[in-house]
């Protein structure tokens, strides 16, 4: 091992990894805080397949670029420039996604692609940071251990949401938690936040702030974090179930040797203030799925917005009206007719959108009805998954419909045209998101009172979290746990028909809310 514990690897920083490393159950699940050490235990567990079992291992990270080829120069390399064993395992290592070992083989694979994770056969899949990948994946690459006799999965990440990718496998697993013996009150107990973190000062620039202590929760004695290691050796994982089939661990960042207290209570004073810092405290320092306050729709703001009148059967002609169509195993749309409720030259915090119908068809041609039966002056459908039937729908009401793309070139609420033949159009996901979704919050949408349970569920089920990028700056992405969120895309979209149908000569909403 390289700083900040260098030599041979040793338990005695990291006494959780005892177990993991010794489990063969065939599914573990890891939710854990930042730096806890397990993917030195994923890799310990993949050099022990290839050189004692001699099989197959498939290492997948969130994408082939750049996670593959930085894994590859600062996991896997350092690791066999420091130990003459592993180095001379390896007969071929130049492939960043292939590395092979006698009749054995490490490969390093991202989660986008498909046909990356299709054909080849492996005994060991490990899942690095499930929360980033492309979830929907992750059930394909598991068909790769389907052949085999010997078989395990490793999933591990920090977490975000609730029901969102490691939370949802680490619900399902054992839910393990390591206790450890209180010097103090010889009780077995765990480290938890707060109950076990003593903050002694109330602004992180303080220096009093350094006096941030670790307690028993039981007894109450100080534990020091210099002599953490002693304390916690010895200590033992413990199952909240023991009638699951996957086994699943959880660590938070008070156990770490290399993560003062005091560290752990500015990043808490921090998440006071910033949401960004809020979400990063709960996920990556305490390993735990967390929703910040404000942002996801709540059956409280539905309620606010439901209006005194039932989903209309057709519309007259005259009015502005839009639709949106989210494509999956359903097509599910949204009815919307606009009104101006202020002067202002943006027409989306200028009007106000009633929903006329909400629900969802099988077919296509069923599209067509709406848009005749509602007089839909615009219309914005999701251009995949079935991008020639959605094609043909745009060509068939020319120039009233565009299918949409959501795409990274793009900022805010620009809506990238392509050419008028192609009828596709590109928006950034997370502005128009919040701007359709931000109706509820402001109640600038009004919903009718026979709105389906499903459509609830669906715009209440994307959640926006925050981090930071690589300058330090805060941004915003949504994430979908569990539940699914075709009607939030289908509002989304509609919410995009209104600006695309206000450019439509002489179309201009109608005035005073219905």
Known sequence: MGPPYPGPWSFKHHPWLRQPHDDETETIVVQKAAQMGFTEWALNRAFFHIDILNHNV??????????????????????????????????????????????????????????????????????????????????????????????QKLLLSTPTIDNYGINNYYRNSSQDHYLFKCPGCNKMTELVFPECLVITSEDDTDPAIKNTHIKCKECGVTLPHETKHEWLAGGEWVPTFTNKMDKGYHVNQLYSTTVKPYELAISYIKAQRDPSDEQEFYNSKLGVPHIVSGSRITDTMISECTGGYKSYPDMKAGSFITM???????????????????????????????????????????????????????????????????????????????????????????????????????????SWLDLSLGRFKLKSILLPVDLSIEYKDHVKSPVRIYKKDATGNQVGVYVTGSVEDHFAHARNYSEMALELAGSLGGHQPVGGVV
């Open 324 to 430: 949106g169509v989210d494509v999956g195993g359903w097509l599910h749309y949204e009815v919307d007719q606009w009104f101006i409720n202020r002067s202002g030259s943006d027409i989306h915090t200028s009007t106000t959108c009633k929903v006329l119908k909400e629900g969802k068809v099988q077919h296509f041609e069923q599209l067509d009805e709406l848009m005749m039966q509602y007089k839909v002056l615009f219309c914005v459908i999701d251009a995949n998954p079935e991008r020639r039937k959605a094609l043909e729908f745009a060509q068939r009401f020319y120039g009233r419909v565009r299918m949409c793309f959501y795409g990274n070139a793009v900022n805010g609420k620009e809506i990238h045209l392509h050419d008028e033949d192609q009828h596709t159009m590109t928006v950034d996901r997370t």
């Open 58 to 151: 498939m290492y997948i990270l969130p994408a082939t670029t750049p996670d593959a080829s930085d894994f590859s120069s600062s996991r896997f390399d350092p690791a066999l420039e420091l130990s003459p064993h592993l180095n001379s395992l390896f007969v071929d290592v130049k492939n960043v996604g292939h590395k092979r070992s006698g009749s054995a083989n490490l490969f390093i694979r991202g989660s986008r692609s498909e046909s990356q994770l299709r054909s080849i056969p492996a005994s060991l899949l490990i899942f690095d940071e499930v929360d980033v990948m492309v979830l929907k994946n992750i059930a394909l690459a598991f068909e790769r251990v389907s052949g085999q006799l010997e078989k």
